[in-house]
């Protein structure tokens, strides 16, 4: 007894098309020729050997090239997104991830890239450090300014000593801002690319939540 031939075809870890059932070679064909890459798919992978090459501003051209001829395409739009983050282009970057299909938006890179574009929007126009330091030296339960400084940390990329503030903002009151530490102890998991410190934060969070 013979089983229903099922055929999946897989494109950088997602399934890109599939068919059930036997097929003629001249359907067969045709469904291999719908894999192969489109030129606007081979500039985009061009790119991404760009960007590893250092060289972003070559990307960028690549990938807007490959955007004005496949517009729906929704990779070249994540790998713009995402370059437009690293050059600081965060109007550009929310435009691309505003563009994007909805199937697209549930996406794990998807969810990490909105996180990181978050985090940056409410970095604009925040108080000096000092400034900051000096609201919380006179008044350590001043939790907006522990929130405010956490931003100007997570801006600068200094994630450990963000998290600090939020896990002192959640001791303090846990209730703040509709639990804001908690919720941005989260975001920052999801931007983080250091798996030891996300993991030594993730056991301090549960220890002071419980």
Do not use: C, W
Not at 12 to 23: C, K, Q, T, Y
Not at 161 to 177: G, H, N, T
């Amino acid at each position: 007894m013979r089983g229903i031939p099922s055929v999946k075809a897989v494109v950088e870890g997602r399934v890109a098309d599939e068919f059930s059932g036997a097929l003629p070679e001249s359907e067969v064909r045709r469904f291999i020729e719908g894999l192969l890459p489109s030129e606007a798919e081979k500039l985009r992978r061009q790119a991404r050997e760009q960007r590893g090459d250092g060289d972003a501003e070559r990307a960028r051209r690549m990938l807007e090239e490959a955007l004005s001829m496949e517009p729906e395409n929704d990779r070249i739009r994540i790998d713009l997104a995402r370059l437009y983050l690293d050059l600081d282009l965060t109007e550009a970057a929310r435009e691309q991830l505003d563009a994007l299909s909805p199937p697209a938006r549930l996406e794990q890179e998807v969810q990490e890239l909105e996180s990181r574009l978050q985090l940056v929007e409410q970095s604009r126009d925040l108080p000096e450090e000092a400034e900051l330091q000096q609201r919380i030296l006179q008044k350590p339960d001043d939790l907006e300014a522990r929130l405010l400084l956490s931003r100007r940390y997570t801006a600068e990329q200094r994630y450990a000593e963000a998290m600090e503030q939020l896990l002192e903002i959640i001791r303090r009151d846990r209730s703040f801002q509709e639990d804001i530490g908690r919720k941005q102890m989260l975001t920052l998991f999801n931007v983080v690319d250091n798996p030891d410190l996300v993991r030594e934060y993730r056991r301090r969070l549960a220890n002071v939540l419980h």
